[in-house]
């Protein structure tokens, strides 16, 4: 077993917390797993990236090369683009639909929508809406998390182990919302897989 990941977004929109959540998983799974993360400005709606290496063979680097990454996962799509040079042609790259537009020249989302499903295995979700739908509108990392599970080859249990990890000291109620954001993103990359 062999994943290399790439999880893509700006600051604020929780791609640190799916690292950690991810990379528990990996560890309680008993796989070996190399981070390394890039905060661009992260505080100011700067690019912050992660590399998530994870296999059942010792890793020796932490960085993902060029052509070579299983999945992307991004918190909005112009990220997911500007990491599609990492990802393997026949590679996952799944994307929230909501644009995050932090520059005067953002393209327009409708591009940006064809050439994510011009790309062989997409996922295109609204990640936002979902995470509304359930009540935590901040829950939208842990819907993304969920559309990437049926990808990761680690069992939707030592994810919601993550989760309960991650956010248990904030109780009970934000961890079940975290859970049914996690099962929501998964239901839809199951029935939008291509």
């Known amino acids: 077993m062999k994943k290399d990941i790439i999880l893509a977004g700006v600051g604020g929109q929780g791609i640190l917390s799916i ?3 991810i990379g528990y998983a990996a560890v309680k799974s008993n796989l070996y797993l190399k981070q390394a993360e890039v905060h661009g400005m992260s505080q100011r ?3 912050v990236e992660s ?3 994870i296999s059942d063979k010792e890793i020796h680097s932490d960085l993902v090369p060029h052509g070579r990454s299983d999945m992307i996962v991004s918190m909005e799509p112009m990220e997911s683009l500007r990491y599609f040079p990492y990802l393997k042609h026949d590679g996952w790259l799944i994307t929230n639909i909501t644009p995050f537009v932090n520059i005067p020249d953002y393209p327009k989302v409708e591009h940006l929508l064809k050439e994510i499903h011009g ?3 997409s996922i295109a979700i609204d990640g936002d809406a979902i995470a509304r739908e359930i009540g935590s509108p901040r829950s939208m990392n842990m819907v993304m998390l969920g559309a990437s599970a049926p990808f990761l080859d680690i069992p939707i249990e030592m994810l919601e182990e993550g989760i309960k990890a991650v956010f248990g000291r904030k109780g009970e ?5 975290n859970l049914d954001a996690l099962h929501r993103g998964r239901d ?3 029935q939008h897989r291509t």
């Open 45 to 47: 709606g700067g690019a």
């Open 51 to 53: 590399h998530l290496r």
């Open 188 to 190: 839809y990359a199951e």
């Open 173 to 177: 109620d934000i961890v079940q919302k």
């Open 119 to 121: 790309h062989k295995h």
């Open 19 to 21: 690292a950690t959540i």
